[in-house]
């Protein structure tokens, strides 16, 4: 799942998906109306050159994606997807340090009548034994996590807990400025069914 935003009201996302009351327990009015507050939230910076500074940040959040999606192979890197391991090594290493043993990207989750999504990296370990990360490369980090990401990434846990039950799942959205050389990790330690604000009731 690629999507970049230059500002928060400008999400671009290849995932066409219709969020309904009777696929996610609350609706984006009402996160709206109860801010959405993490667990906790990390953040590292990104010992890049000035290369990557300029450009179009979607065409940088395709990129990255790419690259991230290398994790899987060992082959050689191109001379430009070689300028984005210094973003994803920041990714990675917070991630590690926060108790993450294993990153898979790209994981396939069912979802029902033969359509399926992908999540951005599956992780094992953190704050539960599995987790989900959504990753969003933006142009300025935000300072609190955007209503259309966490809902993606309560999706993308609802998807992977019916496929797996007996799991507790913790999430991330990992916000990656190509600009500020900088990553910004907002962190869940429940996901699925979580409440906010008024929804404690």
């Not at 969020?19 to 609350?26: L, Q």
């Not at 109306?33 to 939230?41: E, H, K, M, S």
């Not at 142009?139 to 998807?159: C, G, H, K, S, W």
Request: one cysteine or more; a positive charge; aromatic letters at 8%.
């Amino acid at each position: 799942m690629v999507s970049s935003v230059s500002d928060p009201s400008d999400v671009k996302t290849t995932m066409n998906i219709t969020i309904t009351e009777s696929s996610h327990r609350f609706t984006k009015a009402g996160y709206c109306a109860n801010q959405i507050v993490p667990d906790a939230i990390w953040g590292a910076r990104v010992y890049a050159g000035d290369d990557l500074c300029g450009g179009d940040p979607y065409l940088h959040g395709v990129r990255f994606h790419g690259v991230m999606n290398r994790i899987k192979d060992r082959g050689p890197l191109s001379p430009q997807e070689r300028q984005y391991l210094p973003h994803l090594g920041a990714l990675r290493d917070e991630l590690r340090h926060r108790g993450v043993s294993y990153i898979t990207p790209e994981v396939t989750l069912n979802a029902g009548a033969g359509a399926t999504r992908r999540c951005d990296l599956l992780l094992k370990g953190g704050l539960s034994p599995t987790g989900i990360c959504e990753v969003k490369c933006v142009t300025n980090l935000p300072d609190q996590v955007r209503i259309a990401d966490f809902l993606q990434l309560e999706l993308y846990a609802r998807l992977h807990a019916n496929e797996h039950p007996a799991t507790r799942i913790w999430g991330c959205v990992a916000y990656v400025s190509i600009k500020a050389k900088a990553i910004r990790i907002f962190a869940f330690r429940e996901v699925v069914g979580r409440r906010f604000g008024a929804y404690n009731q």
